[in-house]
């Protein structure tokens, strides 16, 4: 198989003491996982396991103290400024909450032609990407000149989606891009990533505490707990025949909307906790 796009090998993270933590803590141990061009990567697990941790490893900002983060073969934990600023239009992200990531005094298009100019994009050329990204996130034309506040939660993250793919790049980190929406706008917004992703080609590492929403998105998954990936394989195989007791809990807590689908699941539950209690 060829050279994954993403190839964090070995990666532990310790964050330095400070107050009353008189050590450091180790939030990833010796964490591995790929992704590769045009694949989605789910990363499940509860709330402190570490995966906001993994992503801003991806993105450069974390104290990565032991292995490797290779995108496109480079190692980002240890690059410098310059070279991180080259690797930085490849790789984008996307956060749960993108009141904290859209600038609230800038327009939607100012923000969609931010990272345009600052690439130097010639001005025709970025109001031709603009517009188009209007078209790929399903924002309508007349959207432009309106402020982030005056949208709902799921357009505000569709504007957050645009201005990630503005510079074309090969993978997104996503945050937990879907946790803050109602259920039926997570829906919505989930198929926009899918779709997105077919007609682009690029790559997500999607984190998400929710394995409904990750088993419905992702190619691969990876689980993780207490700061280690204690699974990762096809997302049918580790979603529907979970192989480790975490995943299986994991998966049997998870909320659904559907009154049967619940009932099913709640049988499911009681059979592998009955298992292994016994
Ligand atoms: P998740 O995204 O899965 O909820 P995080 O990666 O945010 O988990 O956090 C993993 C662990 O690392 C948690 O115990 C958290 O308290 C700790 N942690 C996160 N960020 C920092 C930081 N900047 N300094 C110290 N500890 C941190
Ligand atoms: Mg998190």
Redesign the pocket.
């Known amino acids: 198989m060829n050279q994954p796009l993403l190839d964090i090998q070995n990666v532990t993270v310790e964050?330095?003491a400070?107050g009353f933590?008189a050590k450091p803590?180790r939030?990833?141990h010796e964490v591995s996982l790929d992704v590769h061009r045009g694949e989605c990567v789910g990363l499940v697990?509860?709330?402190?396991?570490?995966?906001?941790?993994?992503?801003?490893a991806v993105l450069g900002l974390a104290p990565v103290t032991g292995g490797k983060v290779l995108f496109r073969g480079e190692d980002i934990a240890h690059a410098d400024r310059a070279k991180r600023r080259e690797l930085a239009a490849d790789l984008q992200v996307v956060f749960q909450d993108p009141y904290t990531s859209l600038n609230p005094a800038l327009t939607i298009e100012q923000i969609l032609a931010e990272p345009l100019t600052v690439r130097k994009t010639p001005r025709p050329e970025a109001q031709q990407r603009i517009r188009d990204l209007f078209e790929m996130v399903r924002l309508p034309a007349n959207a432009g000149t309106r402020l982030p506040r005056e949208f709902s939660g799921g357009q505000r993250q569709r504007v957050a989606i645009a201005r990630a793919l503005a510079l074309k790049p090969a993978l997104i980190v996503c945050?937990?891009p879907v946790s803050a929406l109602d259920l039926s706008t997570q829906a919505r917004v989930l198929e926009l990533f899918k779709d997105i992703q077919e007609q682009t080609g690029v790559a997500y590492l999607f984190?998400s505490?929710d394995l409904e929403v990750v088993r419905h998105i992702s190619h691969r998954v990876a689980v993780?707990y207490h700061?280690e990936i204690v699974e990762f394989g096809d997302g049918d195989q580790v979603t529907a025949r979970p192989r480790h007791p975490y995943t299986q809990k994991l998966f049997f807590a998870a909320p659904i909307a559907d009154p049967d689908a619940q009932a099913q699941r709640r049988e499911e539950r009681h059979r592998v906790l009955a298992t292994q209690s016994s």
Do not use: I, N, P, Q
Request: proline share 0%.
């Open positions: 964050y330095a400070r933590r803590f939030a990833l697990g509860e709330s402190g396991s570490g995966k906001t941790t993994l992503g801003r945050d937990e984190v505490h993780m700061g």
